[in-house]
């Protein structure tokens, strides 16, 4: 079936321009979380959505960054005002349940030039 | 917040060696995850665990959940060239409403044909 898709897979854009990540889930996984990776780093934490719960936006770095999510569907994760150090893999997940395997899209590579 | 030490940072085999990595935890965790990560893509589970003191094993892959629950080690037998990545060992916590994985640094694998 159908693995989590993310789109684009790159994208580069001037410094202070907006842009906006896009995440399709696996059909039926109720919770989603997006990650972001640096060069050569670990995965860090940005924000998790569970059903229709209040998203848990304790990961976000900066009030540039926010995400939206409708119902178990797409979500889009929008950066504002690009700085450099926003360059960087961003990741999105889902999990069919909140305790366990959470499963990975291929990333959006984002370079702020 | 919690910290994941992942060793070793890489590893330079011959095919055919075994392999073994593994992350150390300042507190504890209820999973352990292991997913593994080649360029371009996001990242792939391997192995998930849920108890305290389980080994699971995934063909070539095994991997244990320490007993203490702030350890987790994973093994690759008979590597093959195939193997090579980064391996990531991910914790994650069933308390409170966030579901988020706290991941290690990283082990980049290199097999030597």
């Known amino acids: 079936g159908a693995g989590v898709s993310q789109s684009p897979s790159n994208k580069v854009t001037e410094k202070g321009k907006d842009v906006e990540l896009r995440c399709d889930p696996i059909?039926?996984?109720?919770?989603l979380y997006w990650y972001r990776q640096r060069l050569g780093q670990g995965l860090e934490f940005l924000i998790y959505?569970?059903?229709?719960?209040?998203?848990?936006k304790s990961g976000l770095p900066s009030d540039r960054f926010s995400a939206e999510r409708t119902g178990e569907s797409v979500s889009t994760l929008t950066i504002q005002r690009t700085q450099q150090e926003d360059s960087a893999v961003y990741l999105c997940?889902?999990?069919?349940?909140?305790?366990?395997?959470?499963?990975f899209g291929p990333g959006t590579r984002l370079t702020v030039t | 917040g919690q910290q994941l030490n992942q060793s070793p940072q890489s590893m330079f085999i011959q095919e055919g060696e075994d392999v073994s990595m593994n992350c150390t935890s300042s507190?504890?965790?209820?999973?352990w995850l292991w997913y593994k990560q080649e360029p371009g893509e996001g990242p792939v589970l391997l192995i998930a665990?849920?108890?305290?003191?389980e080994l699971t094993s995934n063909g070539r892959l095994t991997a244990q959940f320490g007993i203490t629950r702030k350890d987790s080690f994973l093994n690759i037998s008979a590597s093959i060239p195939s193997d090579v990545g980064i391996y990531f060992c991910?914790?994650?916590?069933?308390?409170?409403?966030?579901?988020?994985?706290?991941f290690g640094k990283g082990t980049l694998l290199t097999v030597n044909p």
């Open positions: 997940a889902s999990s069919l349940r909140v305790q366990g395997e959470q499963y």
């Open positions: 059909s039926g996984h109720t919770a």
């Open positions: 959505f569970q059903g229709n719960s209040a998203p848990d």
């Open positions: 507190s504890i965790f209820n999973t």
């Open positions: 665990l849920y108890k305290a003191g």
């Open positions: 991910a914790g994650q916590n069933s308390g409170g409403s966030n579901y988020k994985l706290t």
